[in-house]
Structures are given as structure tokens and as C-alpha cells.
């Protein structure tokens, strides 16, 4: 007998049903609307490199070559951009280093280890973190923190002396500004966001994995390691992914408690400098070709951030399988 | 006799190394709240402690601005108060909407694709350009032809928060299980239909996180808004059009001064923002909870 | 289950965009606010003189007017309650940019138009009217020393990192029986660029000639033990805060800070302590060109301070519309009458009469 998707003369050969060949109008809107946002960021992007790669084109022209060494020096026209980068890279990493750690464990706390009814309280916790505005880190760093920190920075300068490696990164603190104050002070301000994601993302392991975890008899950190990072590295990679790109552009707080020193040296607890401080710092009176290298150490920090993230998709992809559900 | 007295299952947690690791990760995450509770406490120690004198109804609700050198008690920060909150909000109802699209976008239909891939990588390096270069960018691109106005505030902010939304609104859409989806199609839904009413949803709890957390992050961001706002001391209560101010800023400008009635208004904006920011989390939070289909 | 949840989706939607809409309709319904160096509304009177002027000033530029600006634009209110002014500061090279962009009426400027800028000038006669004197203070942090004397020379050598402790023979020589003890010097500088630097280091430049290196820029590189921090304040905090710390304050500021700071030689060979007399003494000296563009370092005068800096208001001499052109020449009219009274409790200085005159008639070249 002839079923009536073959008798149909509507359909064209071979589609399953009539309805195959005909999404409905909103359907395709909204494909193109979800498109277009997406599109939006790469237009967005693309704009501002082009008008900031324009306005820093005479920074490029007149230095060449020279945009890569320390020499950062308005008096004499010389614009050496190194000391901004190593001091963004380093601040960045500190960050990091310090941040994640804690935030992974507080994620891990709030899902795995409190009991629901407290977990709404430290929620607000962390999220007050988050609400301080980045000016009031910076004035409380500059003014509180760094004064605090500057006699536990003479103290490990002072015990450390002689110790050939230590001595090196932990040496010749100036005063509390200094590029391990200024990563402390970013760690505290990512610590939200990659706190937040992560439980987030820990939250949605599936029950039936944990519990079968449990039900062979795992402890709880073992049942963490096997049931709930196997989902969720992706997530937290993610999350952490977001806070380093905060951590490399945060502007004002950086600017009040980095110490203002364009060198490169080893010493943590050294003054230094990284590049969104120097365009906040010196923005205001720039002109000519100083203005155009400031700008153009914008274009700089964006092709970092491309290499930083290359890097760590790379280093990702390559040891995480990716799961989608159960 | 000796079957009665064997002894009873042990179910205590397994004894030995194993026991204490536990223990030890269990400290090891106490200790790390421990960690951000020490830094939170200080900071508002001090924020409470040098602002709380400077705040008072009129403070809140009362303007122009006054000049640096005028001590605390005339005038009042009404003008920065409006300012934020319309100029976060309009950059919150530009920026959350088209983020969630973008997710969308590069969960749902872009999957693998070149474009998804790009646009997520590019997500990624644009939350990392720094708040100041995004005030520039504005500042060439709308002031210069338009003038200083709340808008363009508005966009600078933005500009900020939307990588931020569309990356992890991404990744909490990536989280919904595909059998949720699966089962919506096997109804015969189209694709927006299920990922507007089944995946969206689910994810929604997560999506508010970060969206909150972005506009959190605006809410105090100065750098931006010093390129694209200009100051002004009464309240324009047009955000299209004229110069604004907002409470970052005038934190900024107010605690760079040494006159103590800056210094005092600076720290009680400061307490100020934390404090609108702070409750509208918990609302937004609390809201989004009776909305949540599934439960955490 | 699912209609109402769509309902509420839908009902929250149409809710925010209503929401918008009325702030966007109410909004623009009231104080309509017109940016900054496009036309003013209303009436504008050709003189300058009555109080029916209305329309909105956009200025930014130099944070050494702030306090003046933010103090002149609240007392205007009352001469010209229409007329909205305001100051956004940012320093003197945004403020020159916002100027050639054109999206604000006047600028604020502690230094003339450079020449690396002059090309986004073009075609452009800018008018200067000086507004502000005021002194930059050697600010100091030493127990037990309160009448330090300073020679140029010596602060080339304590700021350029030559002279380390405050025993050293080049201060003792400056303060002959003064007690120094041997305290380290700590620098205090800025770590923001500013126009305070700028003529620091141009008194530096003009006193010392070849005895200071570093040169004469609104950013320096300082020697690397010197503490940076932002703005004045920051500075005074620093000195404040540091025993044997010694930093280059505006005089308002270490006024407002109660810092000590030191009495400076001269051109003339007096030593002379800072003070609102003693700049407007050197103001007083000034050799001014015919655009009203000077500098007030290191002039001549018995009771001249020899690091007294000045700003100015810059402004398009031609405007786009008769109304910007009132409104323009009624603040900065206000700036260089009634404006003037309200420096000394701020700790600035009032511009010297003679320089006051040339400023008010070159208020006529403003046209449109």
C-alpha cells in the first residue's frame, strides 16, 4: 500500500515530511537575531582595533623596533613599552595563582560540602566581593593594605637575604605598592567571578554521578575528583579564563597600588608598572607621539591577550575531553 | 556463640590516609573562604568606617554636588546616585540581552563552526581589554561626534560587560544536558522554540550570575566613564543627552582631594554603591530563584 | 505550567521596555541638555550682564583649576541660575584634545598649546585667558626642622637622586646653623603626569640649566627610589606619612594637607616662602606675549616665589553660535571679576591687576 508521505506530490523526493521544507518565520528571525549578536562582538573588536591600531600608528612609525625595549621616558621621547608588558604579565599571573585556588575550593565548599540552607549566606558573600567597586580597591590598597603590607615585605626581604632564588624574587621592597600588591589586590577582585562560575558549573554534575561515586565508597574529595572535575574542567576553565582577561585589564586599582616604576626586575616587591596603570596615569597630559604610544600600548595589551588565550586554549584542549550532559 | 559476637559492620569512613586527606581538602576549603572573608571584612571595614559619618538623607537624596572644599553636610550625591543607576542600567539592557543572544548563538547553532569558534575566542580576548581602552574607544567613535552624554557611558559599559555575559552565559547554556533538547525536538518543537522555553531556562540561574556579576562590575568601573561622561553637579535626568556623573567617578575626583568634606563624600559614595549594588544582587538573586525550573 | 511561564517571560519584557521608553520620554521631556559646543537654547541677551542667559558650558582639562572651576561654577549659579556649567578636569592635554574635537566649549591649560598639538589646531585662533597664579610648595617631613631654605641648585641635586641625606653640605649651606639631622631623603613625586611636574621641572630647567638632567616634561623619570602616588594629595599623603620625605605639593593642597614646606631662592637671591602674595609678585614680573601666554617660573622681583605656575581658559575665538559666544563671555567675565575673590580662601592667588585688564578685554575677540 502507498503511504501518503510517497503520494504526496508536495514534498520533494525523499523528505521525510511535508514539514521538512518549511521552517517557520520566527524560527529563521531569531537564528539570524542569535547571529547577529554574535557577529556583534567581532565587529565591535575589530573596530577598536582598528581605531586604536590608526591612532598609535605614529607610535609604530617613529619607534619601530624600539617599542620593545625598557626605556620609558617622555622627557627624552623614547617609548619602550617591555617594562608594561612584563609588569601586566606578572600581575596577571599572581592573580592567578592566588586566585583560582581559593576560588575553586569556595566553589567546591558551596556545592559540595555546606548544607543547603547555608549556602544562600556565603553566596551573598561572595557577591558583596564582588559589588566593591574597583576605585575603593585601589584607595583602601594604596592607603590601608599596601602600608600593612610594606613590614611584611621588609620582614621576608630581610629573612630571605642570601638565599640565592628567594632573594632574587623576594628582595628590595620600596614601599607597599609593588607588582605582588597589585596581583594580591586583582586576586581579590577575580576571586568573584571565577567563584561564581565555578559553582555554577559544579552545580550541575549530575546526582547519579556522585552518588554512585558514594555508593562505591569514596570520600568525599575522591568522589570530587572523580564525579564532579571530570565535568566540570571545561566550565572552570572558562571561568578562569574570564578572570585573567580581568586581571590584565583592570585599570584604576592597578594604577593606585602597582608603584609607578617602569623597570623590569625580578623583585616582586620591587615598584613597577603595567600598561593599563601607565594609560590611566598618563593619558591626561599626553600628546603628539606620547599620546600615540599609550594608545598604542592598548593595541599591545590586545595582541597579548590573544597570545595569553591561544596559549591556554591550546594547553586545555589538549587535556580535557569534552562532555555534553550525561 | 561466636556468631552473636562478631562485631558490627564498620561504616564509618574509611580509616587512614584516605580519612584525613578528606579532612585535610575539607580544612583546606573552610580555610579558603576563611581567605575571602579577611579581605572583604577589611575593606568594608574601612568603607563603613571613614563613610558612614558622610551619609544622612540628605546626602542621599539631596543636590547639586558641591565643590571639593565645602565641608560634608551641604548638598548631597543625588546627581552621582541617578547617574549610576541609569547609566548601568541602560548599559545592563544593552549589553545583557545581546550577550545571552550571542551565547545562544554560539551554543546552539554555531557548535563547532569556524564563526562559533571565533566569536567564543574573541569573547575571550575581549574581556581582556583593559576598562580604560574601552572609554577611548567610546570617546573616538560616539563623543567626538555626539558629544559627552550618559549614552555613551552607557555604551562604554557595556562594551565591557558583554564579553563577560556571552562567555559565561555560554557556558552555563553548554551545561543543559542534550537529552532536555533531544526531547523537545522529539515533540516536534523548532529550534527557537526549545531554546527559548526548555535550554534557556534551565541555564537561567547561571546566566543571571553572570550577567549580575557584569553589572556589578560596571556599576563601579571609573575609567570608562571618565572619557564619556564628563561631570556635572545637578542631575540631567536625560541620559541621551548632556553630560552626567555617576558615583565611581565622583568617588574618584572627590578622594584624590585633600579637603576633609571630599574625602568624607568620596568615602560615602563609596558606601553608597556597594550598598544599591549589594541589595540589588540579593533581589535579582531572589527573583531569579522563583524562576528557576530546576532545582539546585 | 508553561503558558504562565511564558506570560511572565512576556509580561517582564514588555514591563523593562515600557520602562525605558517613560525614562527616555520623561526624560528628554525635561532639562533638555544640549552637548557640549553644539548651539545653546533660549535666549541670549548680548550682554553679558544680565541674568537671563541660558545653555549649557562643557569644559575639562587642567585638575590645578578644579577647585577654582567646581567653587566659580556654584557661586555663578546665582548670577545666571540658567546657565549650566561643568568642569570635568582630566588634566591640561585631554582638555587641549576635547578643545580641538570640539566637544567642549573652553579648556583648561597649565601650559600653552605644544607644538606636537598645534596641527589639530589648524585654522583655529585660540584665545588664552590666564585664570589662576598659584605656587608649587617644597613640602617636607623632618622633626625639629621648621624653617628650611632651598637654592635651586639643591633641589636639582635632592630630586635628581644626587643628594641623599638631609646633612648633606649642599642643604647646610643653604641653612647655615640649622640643626640637619642624617636622615635619608625620600623623594615624593607624582605618578601621574601633570602640569605641576611640568613647571617644576621647567623652573629646574630655567634656574639650574645643566645641573638638572632629567628634563622638563609633565612625566619624568625619576630616580627609582622615589615614592610615586596620584595627584597632590597623593603626594602630601606621602610626605605626610614618611619621615625625611620631601615632595613638590601645589600650595593649596599642602595648605589643606598642613604640610611645612621650605622657603626658595630666588631669582633675585631672597630666599622667599610660598605664599598667595608671593606668587602673585611673580605674576606681577612676567614677560607676556600678545596671546596673554607667559611663564611665571623663575621671574625677576624682590618678593618674587620663584616655582609659581599659572592655567588658562582656552577657547575657540570664534564660536558657532551667538548664544555659546554670551554664555562664554559671561563665565569667563565671572571667572576674571567676582571669580577672583573666592582664591584666597583656596589658597590660590588672584591674577595681578595689570594681567587681569589685558585678560577681561580680550573677552570682546569672542565672536560667532
Known amino acids: 500500500m502507498s503511504t501518503a508521505a510517497q503520494a504526496d506530490p508536495a514534498a520533494p523526493a525523499g523528505s521525510a515530511s511535508p514539514l521538512a521544507h518549511r521552517r517557520p518565520l520566527g524560527d529563521r528571525v531569531f537564528q539570524i537575531l542569535a547571529a547577529a549578536a554574535g557577529v556583534l562582538v567581532l565587529v565591535i573588536l575589530a573596530l577598536i582595533a582598528i581605531s586604536t591600531s590608526q591612532q598609535a600608528s605614529s607610535w609604530f612609525s617613529t619607534e619601530g623596533w624600539k617599542i620593545f625595549t625598557v626605556d620609558w621616558n617622555p622627557a627624552t621621547n623614547s617609548f619602550g613599552a617591555m617594562s608594561f608588558v612584563y609588569g601586566t604579565v606578572i600581575t596577571a599571573a599572581i592573580a592567578i595563582i592566588l586566585s583560582v585556588p581559593v576560588s575553586v575550593a569556595v566553589a567546591l565548599l558551596l556545592t559540595e560540602v555546606v548544607p543547603q540552607r547555608w549556602a544562600r549566606p556565603i553566596v551573598y558573600v561572595v557577591d558583596l566581593l564582588a559589588v566593591v567597586p574597583s576605585v575603593v580597591w585601589g584607595l583602601w590598597g594604596i592607603l590601608v593594605f599596601a602600608p600593612w603590607l610594606f613590614h611584611i615585605y621588609t620582614s621576608i626581604a630581610s629573612g630571605v637575604k642570601g638565599i640565592p632564588v628567594l632573594d632574587a624574587l623576594f628582595g628590595q621592597p620600596v614601599s607597599g605598592a609593588s607588582f605582588f600588591t597589585c596581583g594580591i589586590i586583582l586576586a581579590f577582585m577575580i576571586t568573584p567571578i571565577v567563584t561564581s562560575l565555578s559553582r555554577e558549573v559544579f552545580a550541575t554534575v549530575p546526582a547519579i554521578d556522585k552518588e554512585g561515586a558514594y555508593a562505591l565508597g569514596a570520600t568525599r574529595l575522591e568522589m570530587i575528583r572523580g564525579a564532579v572535575w571530570p565535568h566540570s574542567q571545561g566550565g572552570v576553565v572558562g571561568a578562569v579564563l574570564l578572570g585573567l582577561g580581568r586581571a590584565m585589564g583592570e585599570t584604576i586599582a592597578a594604577a593606585l597600588v602597582i608603584g609607578s616604576s617602569p623597570v623590569i626586575t625580578s623583585h616582586l616587591f620591587a615598584a613597577g608598572y603595567d600598561m593599563p596603570a601607565v594609560i590611566a596615569n598618563q593619558f591626561g597630559e599626553a600628546s603628539g607621539e606620547f599620546r600615540a604610544a599609550l594608545i598604542g600600548l592598548g593595541v599591545l595589551l590586545f595582541v597579548i591577550t590573544i597570545v595569553v588565550n591561544l596559549i591556554a586554549r591550546g594547553v586545555v584542549e589538549r587535556s580535557a575531553r569534552r562532555k555534553r550532559g550525561a | ?296 | 505550567m508553561r503558558l504562565r511561564y511564558r506570560q511572565q517571560v512576556t509580561a517582564a519584557g514588555v514591563s523593562v521596555v515600557a520602562l525605558a521608553l517613560t525614562l527616555g520620554a520623561c526624560s528628554s521631556s525635561s532639562s533638555s541638555s544640549p552637548s557640549g559646543g553644539s548651539s545653546a537654547s533660549g535666549g541670549a541677551s548680548s550682554s553679558s550682564g544680565g541674568s537671563n542667559l541660558s545653555g549649557t558650558l562643557n569644559g575639562s582639562g587642567s585638575t590645578f583649576q578644579l577647585t577654582f572651576q567646581q567653587e566659580a561654577i556654584a557661586a555663578f549659579k546665582s548670577a545666571q541660575p540658567n546657565l549650566t556649567v561643568n568642569y570635568g578636569g582630566g588634566g591640561s592635554g585631554k582638555g587641549r584634545t576635547d578643545l580641538a574635537a570640539g566637544t567642549v566649549n573652553f579648556a583648561g591649560s597649565d601650559s600653552p598649546i605644544p607644538s606636537d598639538e598645534a596641527s589639530s589646531f589648524q585654522g583655529k585662533t585660540i584665545l588664552y585667558f590666564p585664570v589662576i597664579i598659584g605656587p608649587i610648595t617644597m613640602a617636607y617631613n623632618l622633626s625639629g626642622v621648621s624653617n628650611l631654605k632651598l637654592s635651586p641648585a639643591t633641589i636639582a641635586g635632592i630630586f635628581s637622586g644626587k643628594i641623599k641625606t638631609w646633612n648633606d653640605p649642599a642643604i647646610k649651606a643653604d641653612n647655615s646653623g640649622a640643626n640637619l639631622p642624617s636622615t635619608a631623603i625620600t623623594l615624593a613625586v607624582r605618578s601621574d603626569s601633570s602640569g605641576t611636574t611640568q613647571n617644576f621641572t621647567e623652573f629646574l630647567v630655567d634656574a639650574t640649566g645643566s645641573a638638572w638632567s632629567l628634563g622638563s616634561s609633565s612625566t619624568i623619570k625619576w630616580p627609582s627610589s622615589a615614592r610615586a602616588a596620584s595627584g597632590n594629595p597623593g603626594v602630601a599623603q606621602v610626605v605626610k606619612s614618611t619621615p625625611g620625605a620631601i615632595g613638590y605639593v601645589d600650595y593649596s593642597t599642602a595648605k589643606a594637607s598642613g604640610l611645612t614646606f621650605a622657603s626658595v631662592k630666588n631669582k633675585d637671591g631672597s630666599f622667599i616662602a610660598p605664599s598667595p602674595e608671593s606668587a602673585t609678585a611673580a605674576a606681577d614680573a612676567v614677560a607676556l606675549k600678545p596671546d596673554l601666554t607667559f611663564a611665571a617660573v623663575w621671574q625677576g622681583g624682590a618678593n618674587a616665589y620663584p616655582i609659581t605656575y599659572q592655567s588658562w581658559d582656552l577657547v575657540n575665538a570664534k564660536q558657532p553660535t551667538a548664544a555659546d559666544a554670551a554664555n562664554l563671555k559671561a563665565y569667563l567675565g565671572y571667572l576674571l571679576g567676582d571669580g577672583q575673590k573666592l582664591l584666597p580662601q583656596i589658597g590660590l592667588a588672584p591674577l595681578p591687576s595689570s594681567l587681569d585688564q589685558k585678560a577681561v578685554a580680550q573677552l570682546d575677540k569672542i565672536t560667532s
Request: proline share 5%; charged share 10%; with cysteine.
Open chain 2, 1 to 296: 556463640m561466636a556468631a552473636m559476637d562478631q562485631p558490627a559492620v564498620d561504616l564509618r569512613e574509611p580509616a587512614g590516609w584516605r580519612r584525613s586527606k578528606n579532612r585535610i581538602a575539607t580544612s583546606l576549603m573552610v580555610l579558603a573562604f576563611v581567605f575571602v572573608l579577611i579581605p572583604l571584612g577589611f575593606v568594608l571595614f574601612t568603607v563603613i568606617a571613614k563613610g558612614a559619618s558622610a551619609i544622612s538623607w540628605s546626602f542621599l537624596t539631596g543636590g547639586p554636588i558641591p565643590p571639593n572644599v565645602v565641608p560634608i553636610g551641604i548638598g548631597g550625591m543625588w546627581p552621582a546616585i541617578y547617574g549610576t543607576l541609569v547609566i548601568t542600567g541602560l548599559a545592563a539592557v544593552i549589553a545583557v540581552p545581546l550577550g545571552v543572544l550571542g551565547a545562544i548563538y554560539v551554543n546552539e547553532y554555531g557548535g563547532r563552526g569556524a564563526l562559533a569558534q571565533v566569536v567564543r575566542f574573541m569573547s575571550d580576548v575581549m574581556t581582556g581589554v583593559p576598562s580604560i581602552v574601552m572609554g577611548l574607544f567610546i570617546f573616538s567613535i560616539w563623543v567626538l561626534h555626539f558629544g559627552y552624554s550618559g549614552l555613551a557611558g552607557a555604551f562604554a559599559l557595556a562594551c565591557l560587560m558583554l564579553p563577560v555575559v556571552i562567555r559565561s552565559s555560554e557556558e552555563m547554556l553548554k551545561l543543559v544536558p542534550d537529552p532536555l533538547r533531544e526531547a523537545s525536538y522529539a515533540l516536534g518543537a523548532t529550534k527557537s522554540r526549545v531554546t527559548l522555553t526548555v535550554v534557556l531556562p534551565a541555564a537561567i540561574g547561571g546566566i543571571v550570575s553572570g550577567a549580575l556579576l557584569a553589572i556589578a562590575r560596571a556599576a563601579g568601573e571609573t575609567a570608562p566613564l571618565l572619557f564619556t561622561i564628563l561631570t556635572v553637579t545637578a542631575t540631567n535626568a536625560n541620559v541621551f543627552k548632556g553630560a552626567n556623573t555617576a558615583l565611581s567617578t565622583q568617588i574618584f575626583t572627590n578622594a584624590t582631594q585633600p579637603y576633609l568634606g571630599a574625602q568624607a563624600r568620596a568615602w560615602g559614595a563609596a558606601l553608597t554603591l556597594i550598598a544599591i549594588a549589594f541589595i540589588l544582587m540579593i533581589v535579582a538573586r531572589l527573583v531569579t530563584a522563583r524562576f528557576t525550573r530546576y532545582s539546585r
